[in-house]
């Protein structure tokens, strides 16, 4: 039965572990003289090649705590600490147990700092272990190997005396074979809060539940008449669905009483998200998104969630103010940014159908100096959450203040305190590092608590975006929180309203204190003149536009998501982002420009040009000018000037042809350029340039003309003389005719015979028919002589 002990699993009898303890203290009194003398020998049978140094800071053994419930007992309850036991060394431990010991009463804050720091550390002191009723025993340990173990003890065996925050230290000792004698080869070390009472004098608690994510959606929408939204990724469906890390983060906020401190970009991403939205496909296509059901639920569980609640709206696309006040107050227009990413705060109530807080303002990790306190109060906001590792306290107050400080001009710093905010940080995958940041927090809490028997606010600022598994910590770290029995809930607005405390710091951090380390993640001055430039382009675009919102609003918000403190750390992103907003904005005005034209050839003093708009929006354009100047107006003018200008006004999907009228004083080529510019004068689009090519009247067709000008007076000449010359003839024979009657009769005779005789054959005598006499005096001038 003796030899059971030895095999895993199972525990030796303590009458079994008190002989080899004794025998191990007895077998080292011979050696007891020799350790006085040379206190820095080991053991006899430890000298030689493997000989231990002296222990410095972790063991061989790693010790993890998983679980310690409850987190903060009170009387009749029964503790609970489980974990596991690696060995991380080369050499097998054997006869090893695991135990717990209570240390000393931790009455300061920066005393459990300390002892969190050095929680591994195998030489410092852990307490007197609990007793071996409240163990549990390994024959060995093989290195590499995990051992699992469970210790439960009645919170009566362990001693806990007064009101406060405990030392409890998970230990395992045992031996190796360079070290044949029991020491501890591995500690870890956590809090255990004991205040089983009521406190008189409860601290209120103030914890903010961020719902904050990345910027996912573009200014780019669709044309049809819903404008469907274009994301630059479908990354947001994976945080809002089921096991994600936004619906964790609902799931279990609302079972707790927090204050949710809400981004409006996201609720208007999800909400895009119920209808039809586009994501990126292959190459530069892209497809329609598929999760419009995970953004109803996700949307219904938020409204359920936040019943009730206080809910704090952040500007839109959360900007970052420290970015802002650092960078981009001398870039003109992006304080303007800044007024509008306030002023649309107040639609999540068409949302949730709460009415949301919006005057607070929340700088990165709570760092603030006067130049940000300053932009954030410039958009409205008269309270900024600050943070106790940069709002220091300078009057060397023992203890900690309330959270509201009056900093001037009407504003309230609300100071988060910073070690309760940071201690949900890191990686909380793994159960131990979850539960010591746990048992932490309610430490921290506690011993804050009995600091002063004062009522004293304290808030709660965690990161921005926390991960699922750190929203788990959290929420088990309140849960316990409000459960317990010295602290109670209170809204984030009743504690910037809060009584302050006289004595607290009053005074913002000078510039020259801001972290080095967050001006480094900054958002450069670059950033804001993109910004300032696109947004002057979005200006001149949206004056000729019939239906402005259809660009405005999407533009706007893009512009809002393009300051976001969620763009720290990721430049190269921000500025492809930034850069996809303006190349987009240029493609659209684009769409409204001039056709080109080739050169146009002008015959004659005047003639109208036609210049032609196109508009290849879907939606109509007016309030623009079409100017078309002449270059040189002494050779071509526009309407008898330099220039002349007409309106514009094209529908959606089509084209204009502007006519305007010109005269040329000169032969040859002349420039003309035409423009568009909007109603106040600012130019719109590129130019056109062409050339006229100016065919007058020339000399030589002057003279072609005048020939044949001459040409027809001649004709009408000769056909009056030729008249003239005939009525002279004729008067010259009625003249002889009344000289000699009877060859008048003859003639008369004659002429009216001609018709009985017209079908005779021509006799050589007969006389030629209509031929006049013979003129003997000389042709007249021009006169065609006939012969």
């Known amino acids: 039965m003796a030899e059971a002990a030895d095999f895993q699993g199972t525990s030796p009898s303590p009458a079994r572990r008190w002989l080899r303890r004794t025998g191990a203290l007895l077998a080292g009194v011979p050696l007891l003289a020799g350790l006085i003398q040379l206190p820095a020998a080991p053991p006899a049978d430890a000298a030689g090649v493997d000989a231990p140094q002296a222990a410095s800071g972790a063991g061989p053994v790693s010790v993890s705590v998983d679980t310690l419930t409850p987190g903060a007992p009170t009387e009749d309850d029964t503790v609970t600490v489980s974990g596991t036991v690696t060995n991380k060394g080369k050499q097998t431990v054997t006869d090893a147990h695991v135990g717990l010991h209570v240390g000393p009463l931790l009455n300061t804050r920066s005393g459990i700092d300390s002892v969190a720091k050095n929680s591994t550390d195998v030489q410092s002191a852990i307490g007197p272990e609990v007793g071996d009723k409240y163990s549990e025993e390994f024959a060995e340990l093989i290195p590499g190997v995990s051992q699992p173990f469970t210790i439960s003890v009645p919170v009566d065996k362990l001693d806990l005396g007064q009101d406060g925050v405990y030392q409890l230290a998970v230990s395992l000792s045992g031996e190796t074979s360079a070290q044949s004698w029991e020491q501890t080869l591995g500690v870890q070390r956590t809090f255990l809060p004991w205040q ?7 601290t209120e608690t103030t914890f903010m539940w961020p719902l904050i994510s990345t910027v ?30 936004l619906d964790r983060m609902v799931a279990l906020g609302k079972d707790l009483d927090v204050t949710w401190v809400i981004d409006p970009d996201l609720l208007a991403s999800v909400e895009a998200m119920t209808d039809r939205y586009e994501v990126p496909g292959e190459g530069d296509d892209t497809v329609v998104g598929g999760h419009q059901s995970v953004a109803k639920r996700w949307l219904t569980e938020v409204q359920k969630a936040v019943t009730d609640k206080e809910v704090v709206v952040l500007p839109f696309g959360d900007p970052d103010l420290a970015s802002l006040a650092h960078n981009g107050t001398s870039v003109t227009g992006s304080l303007g940014h800044l007024k509008e990413a306030t002023d649309v705060a107040g639609t999540v109530e068409a949302i949730l159908h709460v009415k949301p807080v919006t005057d607070f303002a929340w700088p990165v990790n709570g760092a603030v100096d006067p130049s940000i306190v300053k932009v954030a109060t410039s958009a409205g906001a008269d309270k900024v959450i600050a943070r106790s590792d940069t709002f220091e306290e300078t009057g060397g ?34 159960a131990s590092t979850s539960t010591l940041a746990v048992q932490r927090f309610l430490a921290q809490s506690l011993t804050l608590g009995l600091q002063t028997g004062q009522q004293r606010s304290v808030v709660v600022a965690p990161q921005r975006t926390p991960s699922a598994s750190q929203a788990q910590t959290m929420a088990e770290a309140l849960t316990i929180l409000q459960d317990g029995a010295w602290s109670e809930s209170q809204d984030l607005t009743a504690a910037a309203e809060a009584e302050p405390d006289p004595a607290a710091t009053t005074k913002v951090p000078a510039a020259s204190a801001y972290p080095s380390s967050l001006r480094k993640h900054e958002l450069p001055r670059a950033t804001f003149e993109q910004i300032g430039r696109t947004q002057a382009k979005l200006d001149k675009f949206k004056v000729i536009l019939s239906d402005q919102s259809r660009v405005v609003t999407p533009f706007g918000r893009a512009l809002n998501r393009a300051m976001s403190v969620s763009w720290r750390g990721r430049q190269s992103e921000a500025a492809i982002y930034r850069s996809g907003i303006e190349s987009y904005l240029d493609t659209l005005i684009g769409q409204v420009r001039l056709i080109d034209k080739s050169e146009t050839k002008l015959s004659g003093r ?90 007058e009247i020339t000399a030589t067709v002057m003279l072609v003309i005048g020939g ?44 009216s015979g001609t018709d009985a005789r017209a079908d005779d054959p021509e006799q050589p005598s007969d006389p030629a028919p209509d031929t006049a006499p013979e003129n003997a005096d000389p042709s007249g001038t021009g006169e065609r002589v006939d012969r």
């Open 606 to 695: 005047s003639a109208t040009i036609p210049v032609t708009v196109q508009n290849n929006l879907v939606q109509g354009v007016e309030h623009l000018v079409l100017r078309l100047t002449s270059t040189n107006p002494t050779r071509l003018e526009i309407d008898g000037d330099a220039y002349e200008e007409q309106p514009v006004a094209v529908s959606g999907g089509h084209s204009q042809s502007v006519k305007f009228t010109t005269s040329a004083n000169a032969n040859g080529r002349a420039t003309v350029v035409a423009q568009l510019y909007t109603q106040d004068g600012q130019r719109y689009g590129a130019p056109v340039t062409f050339d006229v090519k100016v065919t």
């Open 216 to 245: 996912h959606m573009t200014a780019e929408t669709g044309s049809d008449e819903q404008q469907t939204p274009v994301f630059h990724d479908d990354d947001l469906a994976k945080e809002i669905a089921p096991g994600g890390r």
């Open 708 to 751: 044949g000008v001459l040409l027809l007076v001649l004709a009408g000449f000769r056909m009056y003389t030729q008249r003239k010359r005939a009525a002279a003839r004729e008067a010259d024979e009625d003249a002889d005719d009344s000289q000699n009657p009877e060859a008048d009769g003859e003639r008369l005779t004659w002429e």
């Open 397 to 430: 107050l023992s203890y900690t203040p309330s959270a509201p400080r009056p900093i001037g001009g009407g504003t309230t710093a609300v100071v988060a305190d910073a070690r309760l905010s940071t201690a949900f940080q890191g990686d909380m995958t793994k």
């Open 196 to 202: 089983p009472d009521e406190a008189g004098t409860k």
